[in-house]
């Protein structure tokens, strides 16, 4: 015996699995591509909200 129980066994099974198959690089790759869009909307929407905010307010300044 290795001295792993049964659920150790079961999820390094499952993690050699994973990693071996083609759609778990896919999975990570796309994982990994949506965690930079999100990371890029999250810098450029408070930067885009101050300039429309901006925007609004010279409007009604105009008026």
């Known amino acids: ?15 050699h699995a994973f990693a071996g198959s083609r759609e778990g690089a896919t999975a990570i790759e796309y994982a990994l591509i949506a965690a930079g869009i999100a990371l890029a909307i999250a810098f450029i929407v408070p930067t885009l909200g101050a300039t429309v905010a901006g925007m609004y307010t010279a409007v009604a300044d105009a008026f």
């Open 1 to 15: 015996m290795t001295g792993k129980t049964r659920a150790e066994r079961s999820h390094s099974g499952l993690l």
